[in-house]
């Protein structure tokens, strides 16, 4: 007999599949047992990324619209905790709200992002508590990279003389790197594949393939110690 949970996951997934609107989100967070959210006020709501100036040039649909309110929602709810649940749901939401999603990612709780479709990742990357990534500039992980609690990430910055004068450019993140917790990316960086950003440091430059990144502003400290291991030898194992 299936799971409790893997009937609720598969009676969302069921009604994702048909297509989102306002009815269906309320469906949906009926399944989440939410408060009661009417269909008129779904309808009329705006998100904050929409009043940014890249949703001016890349407005939501509805359907991303919903697929956003449901992410930020569901950490506001008890089932948040519930890992067997948590972890499936978020994956099913960012496979159609990321603009790529590879298999088993995983993502804990109050992870946040403004654009969905501006971010990438591959297969096996996991999320850990708090990371904010603004992604209005791009944002690309490679399969088995990870990112701890509170990492920042951003890709876009005000002109010093006029605050209205914006410019973006992506951070990339290569595979098997890690970015360990309160560590800050800056626009424009690169991470290269098995790289490590350590905890605290504020990235402005870009980190070599297999090279250690600490301090503020960071700067290559040494090589990774690998041991010899490369790629999946290297057991970027998580939840599951």
């Excluded at 971010?119 to 399969?143: A, P, S």
């Excluded at 005000?158 to 098997?176: K, L, Q």
């Excluded at 990774?224 to 030898?233: K, M």
Aim: glycine share 8%; aromatic share 10%; proline share 5%.
């Amino acid at each position: 007999m299936a799971d409790v949970f893997d009937l609720m996951i598969g009676r969302i997934r069921k009604i994702l599949d048909a297509g989102l609107d306002a009815d269906a989100t309320m469906r949906i967070l009926e399944i989440l047992e939410a408060p009661f959210v009417s269909k008129d006020i779904l309808e009329k709501a705006r998100l904050y990324s929409e009043t940014l100036p890249k949703a001016e040039e890349h407005p939501f649909t509805p359907a991303q619209r919903y697929l956003h309110f449901l992410w930020d929602a569901f950490d506001k709810l008890p089932l948040c905790l519930i890992v067997p649940f948590s972890i499936p749901f978020r994956r099913i939401l960012a496979e159609r709200l990321f603009g790529a999603c590879g298999r088993a990612f995983v993502c804990e709780e109050n992870v946040r992002f403004n654009f969905g479709q501006f971010l990438r990742v591959g297969d096996n990357v996991f999320f850990n508590r708090g990371v904010f990534l603004d992604t209005k500039g791009g944002v690309e992980i490679g399969d088995s990279a990870a990112l701890a609690e509170d990492v920042r990430i951003f890709t876009h910055g005000h002109d010093e003389a006029s605050h209205m004068t914006r410019s973006y450019a992506p951070v990339r993140i290569g595979a098997y790197a890690k970015i360990y917790a309160g560590a800050t990316l800056m626009p424009g960086v690169t991470v290269g594949d098995q790289a490590l950003v350590a905890s605290g440091a504020v990235l402005t430059h870009d980190v070599p393939p297999n090279m250690v990144a600490a301090g503020i502003p960071a700067k290559v400290i040494r090589e990774r110690r690998t041991g010899g291991r490369s790629g999946d030898e290297l057991e970027h194992i998580w939840l599951f």
